[in-house]
């Protein structure tokens, strides 16, 4: 952890130094390609040791694959292996190490290149393998139409911004930060001489990075104060559950879960700090004008406490893993596309059986409170104080499922989950089941899959 802090630190200086002194007009994009590679490469063996060793074997794997393999095969041939390497590495953590953390943890990194590995993949058979009028909007806009330099490549893959921590970007956006169009491209879209602009302007990050770290201060605080005294285990305590009533620990169960956040605020937020100081992540304009820094941003905290529906809790908690998740699967998937996403989610976080009983609670819950929503919402969209009521109940609820479905991800083993299920009596379990045989399930609408000339024929004859 303090190998962790001390070099996410260290890159954020050299994140500022790298903008301000390695800037698009000050260097040459094959200067800040190897600066920002061998930075990266040298934070990972500072931070993991001879663990790091992993992290570039997969990564010249997929490499050759990228290189040797056929266009329409390349993105199930690299997802096959690096999900397959990352998958034995976590097997020996679970059966090496006893469910202990090592001391040099190296599978955070080595799911951040897994995601980035199976994204470019999946990109570069789009652009290569695919036809335009076969893919989204959004895929046609983030297709890669050439395969990469070997340069290029390693500085997607292990650049010093993001191999401690993430965030997983696309490939396009990562080469034109480097190339210096990443600003502009976004800028691009706003029509700014209306404005009163003679030109586009050059917004700086240091407003986001300072509001970003302040916010990871706040974090760091909470993690020590309230973390460490409220740990998860001390709610399948025989004491506390011979002694507690039911709604007390749905309570303390609450607590508990709000205590555990602070350490995933500190660490994303601060990451997403990191790319931002580099001058990377800037997202465009919103309504008011001001400029936003939140492309890479892995988390919107305020729409994460105050969700009212599980889908929108998930949107807004670990937000790139969801869009990667949304990228290689749930838009590729054939069928079942959220079961099989929930699986993969939970294969790429590891083998630990907690994450297996929390991803499948959450499918389960998932397809509930699509049904409620679908089924119900609309009657309480008559008047305010309906609206109001509704909101405050799905709140409530909403917190409440995922304080139940994400316990058993921080227990891990079976043991005390079934335990702590047992002590909930299962409610959210049995009560998703009932609403599934009550309400009758809508197919969810599948438009974003549609192809873009199938949207956009289906729009002109709308109109």
Request: proline share 4%.
């Amino acid at each position: 952890q303090i190998n962790f802090v001390a070099c996410q630190l260290f890159a954020l200086l050299a994140a500022f130094w790298f903008r301000i002194y390695l800037g698009p007009s000050h260097a040459s994009s094959a200067v800040r390609h190897a600066f920002a590679t061998l930075f990266g490469i040298y934070f990972a063996v500072f931070c993991f040791g001879w663990y790091s060793i992993h992290l570039f074997v997969l990564v010249m794997m997929n490499y050759g694959i990228m290189n040797m393999a056929s266009i329409p095969n390349i993105h199930r041939y690299s997802f096959v292996v690096a999900m397959g390497y990352l998958t034995l590495c976590h097997i020996s953590r679970i059966y090496i190490f006893h469910y202990g953390i090592l001391t040099t943890d190296f599978s955070g990194p080595l799911m951040i290149i897994t995601q980035k590995i199976t994204t470019l993949a999946c990109q570069l058979h789009d652009g290569i393998g695919r036809q335009a009028e076969e893919l989204t909007a959004e895929q046609n806009r983030l297709a890669v139409k050439s395969r990469p330099s070997l340069l290029e490549y390693l500085s997607y893959l292990l650049n010093f911004m993001s191999i401690i921590a993430g965030p997983c970007s696309n490939y396009k956006d990562y080469i034109a930060f480097i190339e210096g169009r990443h600003v502009h491209m976004k800028l691009l879209e706003v029509n700014w001489k209306q404005k009163g602009y003679d030109r586009l302007p050059d917004p700086s990050p240091t407003g986001a990075v300072m509001y970003k770290l302040c916010i990871t201060l706040v974090s760091l605080i909470l993690f020590l104060t309230l973390t460490k005294n409220f740990p998860m285990a001390y709610i399948i305590d025989d004491e506390f559950l011979d002694k507690t009533p039911f709604l007390s620990r749905l309570g303390y169960l609450y607590v508990v879960t709000q205590a555990a956040k602070p350490k995933y605020y500190f660490a994303w937020t601060l990451a997403d700090a990191v790319n931002n100081a580099a001058g990377y992540g800037f997202s465009g304009v919103d309504e008011t004008g001001a400029f936003r820094w939140d492309l890479l941003s892995n988390l919107n905290i305020w729409h994460i406490e105050t969700a009212t529906s599980f889908k929108m809790y998930i949107e807004n908690w670990n937000i790139q893993t969801a869009a990667w998740l949304k990228r290689v699967c749930y838009d590729r998937a054939p069928w079942y596309p959220t079961a099989l996403t929930f699986v993969l989610s939970a294969l790429w976080h590891g083998i630990y059986p907690g994450y297996y009983f929390t991803f499948l609670t959450g499918i389960l819950i998932t397809l509930a409170a699509r049904a409620i929503r679908n089924n119900c919402r609309h009657y309480f969209l008559s008047s305010v104080p309906l609206k109001i009521a509704y909101d405050v109940v799905t709140w409530v609820v909403t917190q409440l499922a995922v304080c139940y479905t994400v316990a058993p991800f921080v227990m891990l083993a079976v043991e005390p989950t079934i335990k702590f299920y047992k002590s909930m009596y299962f409610h959210m379990h049995i009560l998703s089941i009932l609403v599934l045989l009550v309400f009758p399930v809508r197919p969810q609408a599948r438009s974003i899959r549609k192809p873009q000339h199938q949207a956009t024929h289906n729009s002109v004859k709308s109109k």
